[in-house]
């Protein structure tokens, strides 16, 4: 995991500013790519019965609508920008702790995945989010609204390369284990993302809190 940024300095509200023209054109589109593969994992995941298939379909949700806020708020000061990473890392958290539920489901119905429905549509995902992650990539260390962008990106082309190994393992075992497993290692990874979001959103807000003279009690 790449580790945080540090903190921001007292006049970051005019240094973190991201270049809005170039940057608001790839959130549409990363935005348009989300929405789009949420459709067709979710379709897929129910009818194939795989459990990492729908934690990815509902990351590219959440992914979607982080996109969508961070649009929202990309022309607005620092403070809105870093109360909009909360917001979104309290989504991740909530998607990590579903994604460790609906593992459990699975794991007592003892459904087997299909395993070519999780090969092809994993395929598709990768590509998707490897666009995605290529056009973002000049924006990771920016302030933690920017981070939180690429991190939800990045989690998004490991998650597509776990669902692929998982498929291989269904395969070849003709057990739902590795498709369970991908799924438990997902959850963890966007609650640990989820954790670092939280931390460098709390420090720009502090900092900003402090070069304003206001006491901040984050």
Known sequence: ????????????????????????????????????????????????????????????????????????????????????????????????????????????????????????????????NGTVAALLFRFRDGDSNMRSVWLCTRNDVLGNVAVLLAAFGVFGTGSAWPDLVVAAIMSLLALTSATHILRQSNAELRDHAIGRGVPAEL
Not at 8 to 28: E, F, I, K, V
Request: glycine share 10%; net charge positive.
């Open 1 to 128: 995991m790449t580790s945080v940024p540090g903190h921001c300095c007292n006049h970051c509200d005019a240094q973190s500013t991201p270049p809005r023209a170039g940057y608001r054109r790839l959130l549409w589109i990363a935005l348009a790519i989300n929405f789009v593969m949420f459709a067709v994992e979710v379709s897929t995941g129910l009818r194939g019965g795989s459990a990492s298939l729908l934690a990815d379909s509902l990351d590219f949700l959440g992914d979607a609508a982080n996109y969508g806020i961070s649009l929202f708020v990309l022309g607005l000061g620092l403070s809105a920008r870093a109360n909009a990473s909360r917001l979104k890392a309290l989504s991740m958290l909530a998607f990590g702790i579903w994604v460790l539920g609906l593992a459990a489901w699975h794991l007592f119905s003892g459904r087997v995945p299909s395993a070519p429905t999780m090969g092809v549509v994993g395929t598709c995902a990768l590509l998707a």
